[in-house]
């Protein structure tokens, strides 16, 4: 990646993966307060990996308190981290095989103080998964660029957005902004965002692909603008899609940006719908980001002569 793509998406007000690239400052640092928030937002991956690692510390500390006592746990082999360890872990799991065992009153409020943290780590742990586990989350893919090309002789920006799931989106709802650089009558350098009216902004079910179509008129923010004027600008496009995943009954979201290096002037996407043999639509999903030039006589992203 060159100097001056990075810089390009590094400005970009949205990520490709639909997260916000804002660096906050002045704000009071709440991690504690956010704790939940912040994991349940995290990746799977992340997310197991704190709650093995908080674990396995957890019982490491208990492990050396148990140690800190000299002879507290009968049977385990004097000093043995390992013996310490294992009864730590059958304690805070509530195990007790019944060979390793508290000695002293010391030891013994130790285990209680284990097991009430054990019970109490383990009604978050199943609570944070579940509910991780059980939100619906939104499998929708964007084409990875955005075209402007003729379609009835009318020149149109478009992007292809498509469900990677079986199940059924229904009452899907698309909104585009678009968001650039301007300045106003006292000379201020300013980002607007401007609502783009789209030819179909929501669709009643969304089995298969669906390209969101834009029409390049008078009224369009985009009028008149070309390939290095949308550069120039700094134009992105905001895309943010809602509905309702019908196994879950429950509305999901997803989003994504296109910057103007995304935007292919004078291209159109390659067909990926055909009809099989018994009649049936069919969705080639390895050509769903591919573009190619459009042969056809077309337009600059300028609006058509509404004269005629």
Known sequence: MTVKSTREEQARL??????????????????????????????????????????LAINALFALAYLALGNAIENARPGSFEDA??????????????????VGTVA????????????????????LLFAKFSRPTARVVFSRHAVVTLRDRVPRLMFRVA????????????????????????????????DLELE??????????????????????????????????????????TGTEELFASTIHARYSYSADDIKVGH???????VEPDGRRAVDYAHFHEVEPDHMPRRDAAPPDLSR
């Open 268 to 274: 159109r996407f390659v067909d990926i719908i055909s």
């Open 85 to 102: 360890f294992f009864f730590s872990v059958q304690t805070m799991a509530t195990i007790g095989y019944g060979k390793l065992i508290p």
């Open 200 to 241: 179909r902004g929501r669709t009643p079910i969304f089995p298969l692909s669906w390209t969101v179509s834009h029409v390049l008129d008078a009224k369009s923010p985009l009028a008149g603008l070309s390939s290095e004027t949308l550069a120039a600008r700094k134009v992105e496009l905001v895309c943010s899609l």
């Open 14 to 55: 949205l990520r490709r993966n639909g997260r916000f690239n804002i660096v906050r400052r002045g704000v009071p640092e709440r991690r504690m307060q956010d704790l939940y928030a912040r994991l349940l937002s995290a990746t799977w991956g992340w997310l197991i990996t704190i709650l093995v690692t908080g674990y």
């Open 163 to 194: 469900n990677e799931r079986e199940s059924l989106i229904v009452e899907a709802q698309m909104r585009v902004v678009l968001v650039r650089e301007e300045r106003t009558a006292e000379g201020e350098t300013m980002r607007r965002f401007h």
């Open 108 to 127: 013994n409020a130790l285990v209680t103080a284990e097991a009430l943290i054990g019970l109490g780590g383990l009604a978050v742990a199943t609570g």
